[in-house]
């Protein structure tokens, strides 16, 4: 029986958080359990940039922001133990926490205080009813993800998304930047699920089609995806007859809705909340479970990690005072705040030559472009300066940050997350990918090595975004 004074349950940006937070107040006995091999959780397979905005002021990517985290916990006295799956919890004086690993089999925690921080998983197929077999080419988005940026895998070659959300609008950027042709996306709503920022780089900037109010109605193939049938939903989202279309491909990629991972809550005990499919909580985060704490995506859906890391940090503060202080009164149920995420849908009418979505910050301000007599730009319809710059730039030079992964040679694993070190013209992206793609660097690699020193002839350097330690024999 071990005992320690806080067990994290995750190791990804919500556990870290938690746990910094209550080391910051004076609990020094921290445990952080993560089922994974390395602490960083979903971030260090989300290769591509947008993250850390709010938290650390500055774009990184995925990896980056979890490396971040990874050494601020290694700079302290908080522990974590990897590859070790959690499969109870229970909570009181003292909280009960059964887990096990390869090394010491099944064994028990007893802790003063439980942080949940298992994030969230994909609607699998089963959950959306689409008839058809079950042939090889069928991937939840988050798969596919792991596949190509883990892995070095490629699922398939043509290509259709089911669901807008950001991860399916994101791996439609993948699959394309990795030679794939995506044939479209499909979405039921009739507004998109994803950010505005991400229509904008993930399909526009790619030409990659986005069907609103469509959904898949069957998938075709036996023993592997030979096609699916895209239809129009009406108002009540049933499909409308006569509105059928082939779509031939072999690769279906599901990005329709995250859920929290709960398990472990419903199994403490815990209530849970009928909308955010979260465990309800008081204002100090806390499960009506006694002195067990949740955050992060386990409360509810979190658009941004930013918002996943503040969230996490209360979380993680409130165990330690409750680890201090005892037990108080639970008081009232307090649902957490959830941002109003505007739905990603285009102005009737809107002029794409004139008009532009600003991917500056997740807000998306629709930006209107004219160029006067004299000419120069009027710029209208952005709320900050970023907005203004960004409008600028698109019109008249477009530039993005270019995220892939780069072979490695004798390394523990196949890639390694890259970037442009700064932004690249737009139009030498393609070029810029067939370079990326042909490259194979030795291992060991650190961030921030620089991996292709001028790419595409841009002058601008491909860094490494990730580290891969060489390959024992």
Sequence with gaps: MRTTDLVIVGGGPAGMAAALAAYEKGIRDILILE??????GILNQCIHNGFGL????????????AARYVDMV??????SLLNTMVIDVQGGEPCQIT???????????EAKAVVLAMGCRERSRGAMNIPGYR???????????RYVNIEGR??????????????GLIMARRMTLQGAKVKLVAEIMPYSGGLKRNIVQC???FGIPLKLSHTVTEIHGKDRVEGVTVARVDENLNPVPGTEELIKCDTLLLSCGLIPENELSQQAGAQMDSVTQGPIVNERLETTVQGVFACGNVLHVHDLV??????????????????????????QALRPKIPAKSKSTLPEGRDASSQLICIGCPVGCLITVEKKEDGSLSITGNTCKKGEEYARNEFTAPVRTVTSMIRVENGRGKVIPVKTATEIPKGKIGECMEQIRSCLVPAPVRVGDVLIEDVAGTGIAVIATGNMEAAQG
């Design 54 to 65: 709010h938290t650390f002021k500055e774009e990184l990517t995925g990896p980056e922001y």
């Design 135 to 145: 042939p090889s080419g069928i991937y939840s988005a988050g798969t596919a993800q």
């Design 154 to 167: 490629m699922p398939g070659r043509e290509v259709v998304v089911l669901g807008s959300g950001d991860i």
């Design 99 to 109: 887990a096990m690993n390869r090394q010491e089999g099944m064994f028990r925690i």
């Design 74 to 79: 290694s700079g302290t006295q908080i522990r």
């Design 35 to 40: 089922r994974d091999k390395e602490l960083g």
């Design 203 to 205: 399909l526009d900037d």
């Design 306 to 331: 930013d918002n996943v890391s503040l969230e996490s940090e209360k979380a993680g503060a409130f165990a330690a005072d409750y680890i201090l202080n005892g037990e108080s009164d639970w008081g």
